[in-house]
């Protein structure tokens, strides 16, 4: 497994910021921040992501309740939001915060993306197809031929 | 549903447009071939003359089932008649039922996949019905690198699609089943969300007043469970696939009207450009695994066939509507790449002489899987009706006549030829498989309108004269490609089911050689033979040796898109949608520019590890995709370790696809990896 093996908290929030779009020189100025924000002192390396992307799967929910995939899927559904909206440019780390900014909201909503609409499960079922053996067949409308004769 | 209420058409006349197409055939045959039997040579061995006369019948029998179906359809389009049996509706009926559009995809050039799309979508959109529809793109496709082309391609995409429809996009990790598996995996998970879908073939182009037409078709006309609207070729560059997409311009009309003419409503489905209603679809086409082994059993290849059969088997019925225009595909580029199509539908169509006699089908889908099978079939028959022919020239050549037997008589036993007869036939033949070809040209010139007409008219005369040349220089070379499929079938050879080549890519000499050595070496000893042996038919061989002997630099040369182009400057196969392009085709081709800079980028497992967006959408994509295919430990420590290699010292990934599709069903990899990818950077 590709692990994280960045010391400092900050350089992974940092980092993380970036994969929102984030330039390098903001994500640097957010990451403490945001850091102090979400209290995430107690949290490094990969329980670190996880725990950022755990927010963001919370969002996701608040959002867009009818999306029925896993945390991870639903973190992935608001990051693809998130960047097509260019939310670092226009909100920052709002994205985090408590408070609701119904703007945003609505934009996130519009620039949502999903791959498929919620599955409606239907049943397909292999048809038969007899094949009767050649001779039969010709022999059988021979028959029928005579019959009719 | 009886077949009685199916649709309004009066039995009896349906089932007279049948008898006097099919009539004439028998009756033109019997007629051809009693002519023929009278015209061999009564000294040739009796098996060989039987065999002759079977050879002769049945490829007679096939031209003029061809010949008679045109020119019912040429009636047809002269009188301006709709099929029969189906109700149409005004234009701007409002549609009251979704319809998903479906472009299944495999190992496909996304760029031009994704800008058809758009280029459909944005004409639905003008329509104000746009929000009936769904697009969906559904991708089997096996190669990673492909694969995250085809996901970056959707989200550039996104942003160019109209407010009023979705694009969605589904990967199918593991399909067995090629297109008919992806839709019906399409059917299972979404179906029952939509009255109907039109599939689509990757390179398929539709307006949308067609689409939207097929739709308010399908509404109207309950009983319908397919209709195909008939696909015209366009964007051709070189010479081989302009001449084709002339040919399917000028004939396919009166081809599609014949067989429109006595099919009705129990016509075929070609696969693609047709609309589908689903539920009959779900109820009707889930497709069986045939008995046995490839190449006659397993999968069914050529599922279009098969799912037209079993959904008028259902009792609903399908139709070939000639009056949908607005309906393109393109044409393989080269002779090389449209034999390689050939080769697969050659056996997908094999294949059906198991389905052919199966049980409760409607008489008409035999007939169609007949047609489907003949249409490959008759090259062997053709070629082995030259063999014999020579055979029996050059039998005389080497066994004299016996003028008097061991029997003592007065008179000799003088053999008898009727040389006339045969050449009436050989002409009769010709004028069979020509003459449509002019009748076409005859519908074509009367469609000009506005100045320069007579100057059109020439265009259109020339181009089908040079046309018929080249195509008779063609057949021999597609009769040795067919026969060879077929023969390979037989002998149990299965194929492997590859992308179409869709660019244009000339034919090089190394390649030319590799595929038609063989028929130059054939092309010249039979010349040799019939100089040295049987000079009288020099001549009549002609067309058959110098389209052999010159199969090397035909291939070639029309392979060119210089040459194509050429031709079209000097108004050479110029059909009218390239005068007045179509706003679809124009659009399609609008935003395969707009499309180019992502579309000509490489993508793989790097591009998800350094693209934002990229990475956050294929991790969100994952989670509609089917389950990973199989994958083994050590490809994955493989592709870990490459990738560790990437994101730490910067060595090139070198992944194998297995690795690389091993590490995109890994998001908590991907999305780590696209992290340390910001920090170092």
């Not at chain 2, 959109?125 to 089997?140: H, R």
């Not at chain 2, 879908?197 to 469970?225: C, F, P, R, W, Y």
């Not at chain 2, 033949?429 to 519908?443: D, N, Q, T």
Request: some cysteine; overall charge positive; charged content about 20%.
């Amino acid at each position: 497994m590709v692990t994280l093996t960045i010391q400092s908290a900050d350089d992974i929030v940092g980092a993380y910021l970036q994969t929102l779009g984030f330039s390098a020189d903001e994500a640097a100025r957010s990451a403490p921040s945001l850091h102090r924000l979400l209290k995430l002192n107690e949290t490094v390396g990969d329980d670190l992501v996880l725990h950022m992307d755990q927010l963001l799967a919370q969002k996701a929910a608040d959002l867009f309740p009818d999306f029925s995939g896993s945390d991870k899927e639903r973190t992935a559904l608001i990051k693809t939001a998130y960047l097509r909206a260019d939310g670092a440019a226009r909100w920052g780390i709002d994205l985090w915060l408590k408070k609701k900014d119904k703007k945003m909201d609505e934009t996130l909503k519009k620039s949502v993306l999903f791959g498929a609409p919620a599955m409606c499960l239907g049943a397909m079922e292999p048809q038969p197809i007899e094949v009767p053996h050649p001779t039969s067949f010709f022999l059988k409308k021979v028959r029928l031929l005579k019959r009719k004769s | 549903m009886t077949n009685k209420s199916l649709y309004l058409f009066n039995p009896k006349q349906l089932w007279a447009r049948r008898i006097s197409v099919f009539g004439l055939m028998l009756i033109s045959t019997f007629l051809a071939g009693v002519k023929w039997t009278m015209s061999l040579p009564t000294d040739a061995a009796l098996w060989l003359r039987i065999l002759m006369i079977g050879l002769f019948i049945l490829t007679f029998a096939w031209i003029s089932l061809f010949f008679w179906s045109s020119l019912f359809g040429f009636i047809e389009l002269l009188r301006h008649r709709h099929v029969p049996g189906i109700e149409w509706v005004p234009a701007h009926t409002p549609l009251t039922r979704r319809v998903a559009l479906l472009m299944p995809v495999y190992n496909e050039a996304p760029g031009s996949v994704f800008a058809h799309l758009l280029a459909m979508a944005h004409e639905l959109d003008k329509t104000g019905q746009a929000s009936f529809f769904d697009i969906y793109v559904l991708s089997d496709t096996t190669k990673a690198d492909v694969w995250v082309a085809e996901e970056a391609l959707w989200l550039e995409a996104q942003k160019y699609m109209p407010d009023s429809i979705r694009l969605f996009f589904f990967f199918l990790p593991k399909n067995t089943a090629r297109k008919s598996g992806n839709i019906e995996d399409f059917c299972r998970k979404w179906g029952s969300l939509y009255e109907s879908m039109v599939v689509l073939d990757a390179d398929s182009l539709m307006s949308a007043s067609t689409i939207v037409t097929m739709a308010q078709l399908m509404e109207k006309n309950t009983h319908a469970g397919i209709i195909q609207a008939p696909p015209m070729m366009v964007n051709s560059r070189s010479l081989f696939s302009r001449v084709q997409q002339f040919a399917g311009k000028i004939y396919g009309p009166i081809v599609s009207a014949g067989l429109a003419f006595w099919q009705v409503g129990d016509s075929n489905y070609w696969g693609h450009n047709a609309i589908i209603r689903v539920k009959a679809f779900m109820d009707c086409c889930g497709l069986p695994v045939l008995p046995g082994k490839a190449p006659f059993g397993g999968m069914i290849l050529s599922h279009d066939f098969v799912e037209a059969a079993l959904i008028r088997r259902g009792g609903w019925s399908a139709w070939l509507l000639p009056e949908l225009k607005g309906s393109y595909e393109e044409c393989p580029p080269t002779l090389i790449d449209y034999a390689a199509r050939d080769r697969r539908w050659c056996q997908g169509n094999m294949q059906h002489m198991k389905i052919l006699i199966s049980k409760k089908l409607h008489p008409i889908s035999r007939i169609h899987f007949t047609i489907g099978i003949m249409s490959y079939l008759s090259s062997p028959i053709w070629l082995c009706f030259l063999v014999v022919g020579l055979a029996v020239a050059l039998g005389r050549e080497f066994f004299p006549p016996v003028y008097f037997s061991n029997v003592r008589t007065l008179f000799p036993t003088w053999p008898i030829f009727d040389k006339i007869g045969t050449i009436s036939l050989l002409f009769l033949s010709l004028f069979m498989l020509i003459f449509p070809k002019f009748l076409g040209l005859f519908i074509a010139i009367g469609q000009e309108r506005g100045r320069y007409r007579i100057r059109k008219a020439w265009y259109l005369t020339k181009s089908v004269c040079v046309e018929i040349i080249l195509s008779a220089l063609i057949a021999p070379v597609m009769m040795m490609f067919q026969s060879r499929f077929v023969f390979e079938i037989f002998t149990g050879h299965a194929v492997s089911w590859n992308a179409q080549q869709r660019d244009d890519q000339r034919t090089t000499f190394k390649t030319a050689l590799h595929y038609h050595w063989g028929h130059t070496l054939l092309g010249i000893v039979t010349l040799a033979v019939v100089v040295l042996y049987v000079k009288p038919l020099f001549w009549w061989m002609l067309p058959i040796t110098a389209g052999l002997i010159l199969s090397i630099p035909i291939s070639m040369l029309t392979s060119q898109a210089q040459i194509g182009v050429w031709a079209k400057r000097h108004h050479f196969f110029v059909i009218p949608e390239e005068v007045h392009i179509p706003e679809v085709i124009k659009k399609a081709r609008r935003f395969a520019q707009i499309l180019a800079p992502i579309a000509h980028q490489t993508f793989g497992v790097e591009a998800v590890v350094t693209r934002n967006d990229l990475n956050a959408a294929h991790i969100l994509l994952l989670s509609v995709n089917g389950p990973a295919p199989a994958i083994t430990h050590e490809q994955l420590q493989n592709a870990q370790l490459k990738l560790e290699n990437y994101l730490n010292h910067h060595v090139p990934m070198n992944m194998t696809n297995e690795e690389s599709v091993a590490l995109l069903y890994h998001p908590e990899i991907l999305e780590r990896a696209l992290i340390l990818t910001k920090r170092a950077g």
